[in-house]
Every structure is written in structure tokens, then in C-alpha cells.
């Protein structure tokens, strides 16, 4: 069942005036810790979520050196915990405050990143007593909520936000046609995602320099990896609540892959929360400068309606 936010509404009550307080915590790792920061509002009762980051060097807060500076994680907890809602928001193994954790960071794949999930609800559950973890998975972390939920009977539940519905190669070949300016590199990039979808390398002696990100070398394992998944598929096998959230003006991940996973689980809630973009911000306008803008900047908050939504849901008896 999906419904549109209405933004005049706020699903679940704020919760004191008291500032929440920030923790550093650990999880094991493979060869480190992995590391995070609860953030936990003044009463301990409530639910907790660990909020899974997005692709690449994507940290903690939802940031990323390649000018991602939206903190889009971080004002999610920060929005999460007024109304009551403990989270633990993570850096990826071999990544920034994780960066022990493995001794390269490219040498992984999705079931990796689950395993880590895995690891996070114990310790989790083990600080805080909880008797589960809901997951909370934005954009490729969506896959790994799936990947790691559907086997651990300690998730709550999902909440899945700018999550993919189809195969990662079909995701990414439609962002690369949706931008005119890849015209000259497209033929270049589909070939290259039909041979990783294939479970073949990608010769990239030749390749246009711009594509070298998305298929380099030490990072074509896990692009394999990531390519191999059908959210939806894995979705339909899911028996636990779910929330699908999607942004209006997402220009990353279509509607209709949110549709398509919403078609996927007849348990499934889809909110649809207008005007807002890909990195949860408010974007008022169909320009995708203007949409790309709201990636860098810090002190535009979140769209209305990402918090009141989840709160609203994980307020309802068993997330229904």
C-alpha cells in the first residue's frame, strides 16, 4: 500500500527538548573494529535502527570526498532521536573510522558488507539491550539491509530509502543514459556493465578516463558483486515490516523501482515523499543542477516527511 507524505502532518510525537547524546561505539570486524555513533535520545526505551550508508566512500554522517557533503545520515539521526528512535550510523569496513577493519577497502563484496550488518546488531543489541535491530539501508545500503536482514531473526524489520527494485546494472545503465552529457562514454559504459553483469572483468586499457571510477580495476569484484542481486526478488522472500521510501525528485533511483519493490511484498509500505532528491533534501524544480546542489550542502535539512514517515511506522504495533 504506498501513500504520498503530507508534510502538515507529523507522524509520531517529539520526544523532550533535551539535546540527544552522541557515542562512539565498535563492532567486530574482520581484522579491526568496525566503528560508528549511536546517537540516543533521553529515553532509553524506544527503538533502535542502524542506518546503512550509500556506494563508494560514502561515511558515516553521508558524506564522501568526491563532494557529497549533504550529511543527509546525520540529520537523520539527529531528526530520528527527537522522536524517540535510537540509531547507530556506521563507517564501511576499510573506510574512514572502519579503515582497520580490512587491509583493502575495494576487496569486498555485498555479503561482506552484510556480514558486517551482522556483526552491528550484536554489539548493538548486546550495549543496548534491545531484543532486535531495525536496518534502515539508503540507496546501495538498501541492498545490503536485504542481504543481511532476511537470515538474522535480530532485525526488527527494514526501511529501505532510495532503494534500487532491479538489478544494479539496469540502475546504473539508466542513470548514465538520463545525464546528455555521457553521450560520447554511453556505448563504452553499457558494454562495460554487460560484461561485469556477465561475471567477466572489464578490459579497461582504452577507457574513457571518466568511466575509470565506476570500472576500475581493483574495484570490478565488487561491482560484480553488486550486480549479481534483484532487490525485488529478495524482497518478496522477506517476512518482517518494511518501509520503501522514495523521493520525488530522486534523479539516481527511479519510482518505479520503489514501485516495483512495493509490487514485490504485499506486506510492503511505499511513502513517496514529494520534492524531495536523491540525498533527502528538498529540491523544488525539475533542473538537475539544482538537484545535484543539494548533495554539497550541509545546512539544507532534510525534505519534511523522512522522519515523520519512519517514526509514524515504527510506531504502529510491529511496524504494521
Known amino acids: 500500500m504506498s501513500f504520498l507524505i503530507n508534510i502538515a502532518m507529523a507522524a ?17 570486524g574482520p581484522l579491526g573494529p568496525l ?14 535502527m542502524l542506518i546503512i550508508p550509500g556506494s563508494g ?3 558515516k554522517d553521508g558524506n564522501s570526498p568526491l563532494g557529497i557533503k549533504a550529511a543527509s545520515y546525520k540529520l537523520l539521526a539527529e531528526g530520528l532521536a527527537r522522536r524517540g528512535i535510537a540509531t547507530v550510523r556506521i563507517d564501511k569496513r576499510g573506510m574512514f573510522g572502519s579503515a582497520g577493519a580490512v ?3 575495494n576487496a569486498v563484496t555485498i555479503q561482506d558488507y552484510a556480514d558486517d550488518v551482522r556483526s552491528w546488531i550484536g554489539s548493538i543489541r548486546k550495549s543496548t539491550g ?22 538474522v531473526k535480530d532485525a526488527c524489520g527494514l526501511v529501505l ?25 554511453l556505448d563504452q559504459a553499457l558494454a562495460a556493465i554487460a560484461s561485469l553483469e556477465a561475471g567477466k572483468p572489464v578490459d579497461t586499457a582504452g577507457m574513457h578516463p571518466g568511466l575509470m571510477p565506476l570500472f576500475a580495476p581493483p574495484i570490478q569484484k565488487f561491482m560484480m558483486s553488486l550486480m549479481s542481486y534483484d532487490p525485488a526478488e529478495m524482497l518478496s522472500r522477506y517476512d518482517k515490516p518494511v518501509l520503501i521510501l522514495h523521493g520525488q525528485r530522486d534523479i539516481q533511483v527511479s519510482e518505479e523501482d520503489a514501485r516495483r519493490l512495493e509490487k514485490a511484498n ?22 538537475r543542477a539544482a538537484n545535484m546542489a543539494a548533495y554539497a ?4 535539512p532534510l525534505a519534511p516527511g523522512f522522519v515523520e514517515a519512519i517514526a509514524g511506522f515504527l510506531a504502529k504495533p510491529q511496524g504494521r
Open 12 to 28: 509520531g510525537a517529539m520526544v523532550g527538548a533535551a539535546a540527544p547524546a552522541e557515542t562512539p561505539v565498535e563492532a567486530a
Open 35 to 48: 566503528k560508528g555513533t549511536m546517537v540516543s535520545p533521553a529515553s532509553a526505551e524506544g527503538p533502535v
Open 57 to 59: 566512500p560514502t561515511d
Open 103 to 105: 587491509a583493502d577497502a
Open 130 to 151: 534491545a531484543s532486535c535491530v531495525w536496518l534502515l539501508g539508503h540507496s546501495e545500503g538498501a541492498l545490503v539491509a536485504l542481504a543481511a536482514g532476511g537470515g
Open 161 to 185: 530509502v532510495a532503494a534500487p527494485g532491479r538489478p544494479l546494472g539496469q540502475v546504473l545503465g539508466e542513470q548514465l543514459r538520463a545525464n546528455p552529457a555521457n553521450a560520447p562514454i
Open 266 to 287: 504485499a506486506k510492503a509500505k511505499l511513502a513517496i515523499i514529494p520534492n524531495a532528491n536523491h540525498a533527502l533534501k528538498t529540491v523544488s524544480s525539475d533542473d
Open 297 to 300: 550542502d550541509p545546512a539544507l
